[in-house]
């Protein structure tokens, strides 16, 4: 070859190397970049929502730069689907708010002057951000609720289906994660929850895999109203259930945690192969919470398998009917794959953000 073609085809070569360069630091076709110090498409997270084609059946990824976002109070509205945010990391991506329920403020939401800055849905709970569209997906995200021991307080609302969190944190003091809508799947795993009391509620199903469930004393980790004919409410597999010390409220400190107090329908709970702290009130459910019938249904499953740890002693549990371990056979039903699956077979493990 003659220097001059050798001279041709090594500049060929840089010109594809700065290329691929370029491509690869460019973000993809259905990204969206949010940043706060505007090096993004948006500061906001709202508009980056607001930007997506309603109905849109691709996969629209907001990558969001770490950052403290506590000036929104989000919504993904029910045409927003396929949407999935990617936090730059799970430490210092942080969605925060501050709004709780209250008597008195505006339309009891406090405080007014903040709770006046929003309107429609995504002022119908205290929530941080409200997820309605189906098929939302989140990674390395905080999600928290700074209200404190004020009352309901949440972090995030989820009314939609086929949702996915992983490695996300949910910090918040009461009613922290709502499962808002009955049989609404949403899969949760490598997560951390924290909260007091009832800091996980509502009739939806929720799946959570190998994550820490996190709360201070005194309180009750859930608060299920599965309706009667839904088989699953919220399974904890593998899950690691730990002790909060230094609460917002001095007086948890050192207290019992509930595993959960029946909400209202026919409450669906199941423990397997959890690590349980010693700080769990050997009762487990202490209380059946102006329930009458939540002791002797046979309608309620409140069930437990193979748990370790102190607090996993089932001697003294209450008495209740529904109040009982799992055989082996019947630990197989609670599955990802089974308890999820639906009527469209859905398993989010075959899923990739």
Not at 233 to 254: E, R, V
Not at 309 to 317: D, I, L, Q
Request: proline share 4%; hydrophobic share 30%; charged share 20%.
């Amino acid at each position: 070859m003659k220097p001059l073609e050798k001279n041709f085809f090594l500049i060929l070569l840089l010109l594809s190397l700065n290329l691929t360069s370029l491509y690869a630091s460019t973000p993809k076709e259905n990204t969206i970049v949010v940043a706060l110090d505007g090096t993004g498409n948006f500061k906001s997270i709202q508009e980056a929502i607001n930007s997506v084609t309603p109905n849109k059946e691709e996969r629209t990824i907001i990558y969001i730069k770490n950052g403290l976002y506590q000036t929104e109070k989000i919504i993904i509205a029910e045409d927003k689907k396929n949407i999935s945010f990617k936090g730059e990391s799970r430490e210092k991506t942080i969605i925060s708010y501050h709004i709780y329920d209250c008597k008195g403020g505006l339309n009891n939401k406090c405080p007014a002057e903040d709770a006046a800055k929003w309107i429609g849905q995504a002022i119908r709970t205290s929530a941080t951000i409200t997820v309605q569209g189906n098929g939302f997906r989140a990674e390395n995200i905080t999600f928290q609720n700074t209200a404190g021991p004020v009352g309901q307080a949440l972090a995030i609302t989820i009314h939609s289906d086929k949702n996915i969190f992983l490695n996300c944190s949910f910090l918040g003091y009461q009613d922290t994660i709502l499962l808002g809508k009955d049989g609404t799947r949403t899969y949760f795993k490598n997560c951390l929850v924290l909260g007091r009391t009832d800091y996980i509620f509502g009739g939806g199903i929720g799946y959570f895999d190998s994550c820490e469930i996190r709360s201070y004393g005194g309180g009750w980790i859930t608060a299920p109203s599965t309706p009667k004919t839904q088989d699953y409410g919220y399974i904890f597999y593998k899950c690691k259930l730990t002790y909060a010390p230094n609460s917002p409220q001095k007086k948890d400190d050192n207290q019992l945690i509930s595993l959960g107090r029946p909400w209202h329908n026919y409450p669906k709970v199941a423990w397997i192969k959890c690590d349980m702290s010693d700080k769990i009130d050997p009762k487990g459910w202490p209380t059946t919470w102006n329930m009458d019938y939540a002791s002797t249904s046979k309608d309620l499953h409140l069930y437990e398998y193979k748990n370790t740890g102190k607090g996993a002693n089932m001697t003294n549990r209450a008495k209740w009917v529904g109040i009982r371990e799992l055989t082996n056979q019947e630990s197989g039903l609670y599955s990802v794959e089974n308890v999820l699956k639906g009527n469209d077979n859905w398993n989010p493990k075959n899923r990739k953000i």
